[in-house]
């Protein structure tokens, strides 16, 4: 219950994490996992639509080992503040074009321009493979101004705007055609509509992570047009293209530097023979029963061969509001962050040096499969040797990282250590002879980067620290590619953002933004830990308090089984006389507030170092309970031993049971209340009450008696008790000595504790 209030009236309306633009409040969509919020140790983020904003705008492009484009990024104006140089802004031309999905500007290109380019024809097969090469559905009146684009992902949606803004204007598709309207092509100023005959479309997936169209042109032309990553269709390509895809790739590099998305593009003139040959064998794998996407694959990669390389295209996506403060909150609370992305290796350093999880005072191990040696023998098209070089230079580059980083462990340099490692090396690293290697390394740096990474190999990294560190893992996402690594994690979080639910469906708790987490790992996650420890340990102390008293009196029985405490007193022990004030405990708990847990990040690594719940705290708790007990029994029934009471007669067993189950109640209540950082009237309510219930239950209870009652012992007990004034100095000083104990040992750091949250509470009222 206690978790349950804390997910659906704290996290879920918790007013730091609602996100007014979007109208989306924090969900928890599981009460389980609370605690381990505030122990997380390790993060693993994607990068699209979790630390950037999923809001794609075409930005540049190379056409022919051309570029085009004049605008600057985000990320190359912080890695110019960062080196100290000063970038010269660049003055938008009068008519150049801003609208959501495009950001271009280069009169070289814009409004019919490219005619003039160096190479019109290859500009011309750039835009339409722009405008053919997507599964994008066109909705509302076909006017370049009034159309909008229904796309899989905001990649293909900017570059369809692209197209449409380069005089290539997609607005009509059909089951077997698309309508096109080409301007500036025959001559400046002519605009016609062309209608090409889709023939086939072999889909974006993971694993083939390129897109290809097959399409006729009206002239009876057949063209198979193809965009991917860099790295798939490199080794698409035919011979001899060595200039432009050395050109190209330096514009890659360029654009990765710049945090910029890339994609080349390529196409394919086919003759209707081949064309045709190669339909029946798509055909048979279409229809296939066993296997079918992977056939569906190995057909493609028939057809997706010799082509011709075009330029590639690059799309900004900014980081969200409040990233690198998140980033860097976190990083010193403790928590080490893992960037998983798609991205090539220079996009995925610069967005890291973006978001602040990498600085020029790190240290810096890179294992990358692109060096001059590993192009050399995949340019030789050996895929047997490449692998045993890729192989090879991944235990080598490990072993040297690794030496390297347990140098500075040893000789105890206070330098931070930076991990950067791409999709191809991390494939051998995550063999069973190098994991070790490999998790030791990343244990030992602050700040990992894994690029050109897949979904799967996004959830083995994850399964890596989680089964081979054994400590709490959280990983975040926002799309389904993302899911099998939300999944292996302890705690999933998912981004509710443009790409779909798929992700926060999978996820235990779904936000809006990533700079929220600040508010539920340092917020919410650490005040959890500290509730449900104390919860926990409450639990076990009062009720290791309780049984034992009643194992000091089997002692005095001669083990007969004979009862200390009525049915009722042990049936309504945790159920009424103790049980609101831990609930109140659990709900409110807390030792700073919101803001000094966000202000002082530090204070995040008690739960990381599991601070709360020791063996050795449950030790303590265990210890007070034991001389607890003893305080209980002895005390009550020395007591006891010379009472009388008004009658004359001594005190018996229920009696004595009675008062010393009295002092019971009302020593754990109070004890609850030493232990509370944060006092509030709930607490003294709940206490209060508590207490007075004892009472009111064993005024009626004793007071009420029928011809079936089979307690006709406890009649009346209360009563005779309260008239002996043994009774009234057993619950005051009972209690005061049970007490006393717990009351000097936290004494010797009650004041110093005091002190730190006076100091941090001036501050937090300065501020």
């Not at 029934?637 to 229920?654: E, H, R």
Request: hydrophobic fraction near 40%; charged fraction near 25%.
């Amino acid at each position: 219950m206690i978790k349950f209030v804390q997910c659906t009236q704290f996290i879920n309306k918790d007013m730091n994490m609602y996100h007014r633009e979007s109208n989306t409040p924090a969900l928890a969509r599981t009460s389980n996992l609370n605690e381990e919020l505030g122990q997380v140790e390790y993060l693993f983020s994607d990068k699209t639509g979790t630390l950037t904003r999923n809001c794609m705008e075409f930005f540049k492009c190379s056409i022919g080992g051309e570029v085009y484009g004049t605008g600057v990024t985000e990320v190359e104006r912080a890695a110019a503040q960062r080196n100290g140089v000063k970038l010269e802004e660049v003055q938008r031309s009068t008519d150049s074009v801003h609208e959501k999905g495009f950001n271009f500007d280069d009169t070289r290109l814009m409004c019919g321009a490219w005619r003039n380019a160096r190479d019109p024809d290859i500009c011309k097969e750039f835009f339409r493979c722009l405008a053919i090469c997507h599964t994008v559905l066109p909705e509302g009146d076909e006017s370049p101004e009034k159309i909008t684009y229904q796309a899989a992902s905001p990649d293909e949606s900017a570059l369809v705007i692209a197209a449409k803004n380069f005089g290539f204007f997609f607005y009509r598709r059909t089951p077997t055609a698309i309508r096109v309207r080409e301007s500036h092509v025959e001559k400046m100023g002519k605009f016609q509509d062309v209608g090409y005959e889709i023939l086939n479309v072999l889909e974006f997936n993971s694993t083939r992570k390129c897109q290809s169209v097959i399409c006729r042109y009206p002239t009876g032309r057949l063209v198979l047009y193809c965009k991917g990553a860099d790295s798939v269709i490199y080794e698409k390509l035919a011979g001899g293209m060595d200039s432009i895809k050395r050109t190209t790739r330096e514009h890659l590099e360029r654009f990765g530097a710049a945090g910029l998305r890339t994609l080349c593009l390529a196409y394919r003139d086919l003759n209707n023979q081949m064309y045709e040959e190669w339909n029946e064998k798509f055909i048979q794998a279409k229809s296939a029963l066993r296997e079918r996407e992977k056939k569906l694959d190995e057909v493609a990669d028939l057809i997706e061969r010799e082509l011709i390389l075009i330029g590639c295209t690059a799309i900004e996506d900014k980081l969200q509001e409040g990233v690198p403060a998140c980033i860097e909150t976190l990083s010193r609370a403790g928590i080490k962050i893992w960037i998983l992305t798609g991205d090539k290796l220079e996009t995925a350093i610069n967005i890291a040096y973006a978001c602040s999880l990498i600085s020029n005072e790190m240290k810096q191990f890179i294992i990358s499969s692109e060096t001059k040696e590993i192009r050399e023998v995949e340019d030789r098209g050996d895929a047997l040797e490449t692998a045993q070089v890729i192989e090879d230079t991944v235990k080598r580059d490990l072993e040297r990282c690794l030496e390297e980083a347990e140098y500075y462990d040893n000789t105890r340099t206070q330098l931070d250590l930076a991990l950067v490692i791409d999709g191809k090396c991390l494939m051998y690293a995550l063999d069973p002879q190098l994991r070790g290697k490999l998790l030791r390394l990343s244990m030992m740096s602050k700040a990992v980067v894994c690029c050109r990474v897949s979904p799967l190999q996004k959830a083995q990294v994850t399964s890596l620290i989680k089964d081979g560190a054994k400590r709490i893992t959280l990983a975040i996402g926002d799309g389904a590619n993302d899911v099998s690594m939300i999944q292996a994690a302890h705690v999933g979080v998912g981004i509710s953002g443009l790409e779909g639910m798929q992700a926060v469906m999978a996820s235990d708790f779904a936000i809006a933004q990533f700079r929220f987490l600040t508010d539920l790992l340092l917020v919410h996650g650490r005040w959890s830990y500290i509730r449900i420890s104390k919860v926990v340990a409450y639990f076990f102390y009062k009720n290791l308090t309780f049984t034992l008293t009643q194992f000091w009196f089997t002692f005095r029985t001669g083990f007969s089984g004979q009862r200390f405490y009525d049915d009722w007193y042990q049936s309504l022990y945790n159920v009424i006389f103790t049980a609101l004030p831990v609930i109140v405990v659990g709900l409110f708990e807390k030792d700073v507030s919101a803001s000094l847990s966000k202000k002082y990040p530090q204070l995040y690594q008690e739960g990381i170092k599991n601070m709360f719940f020791k063996w050795r705290v449950l030790a303590v708790w265990a210890f007070f309970a034991f001389y607890q007990s003893l305080i209980f029994f002895y005390f009550c029934v020395a007591a006891s031993t010379k009472g009388q009471n008004l009658s004359g007669k001594m005190l018996g067993l229920w009696d004595v049971g009675t008062m010393a189950f009295t002092c019971v109640v009302i020593t754990v209540n109070l004890r609850l209340l030493m232990a509370c950082n944060f006092i509030t009237r709930w607490h003294n309510y709940s206490i209060a009450g508590s207490i007075l219930g004892w009472f009111l239950f064993i005024f009626l209870y004793s007071g009420i008696r029928t011809r079936h009652d089979r307690q006709e012992n406890i009649y009346y007990v209360i009563y005779v008790l309260m008239s002996t004034w043994y009774f009234w100095l057993s619950i005051v000083l009972v209690p005061l000595v049970a007490l006393l104990g717990d009351f000097l040992f936290q004494g010797r750091w009650c004041f110093s504790t005091l002190v730190k949250h006076n100091r941090l509470k001036s501050i937090e009222i300065g501020s």
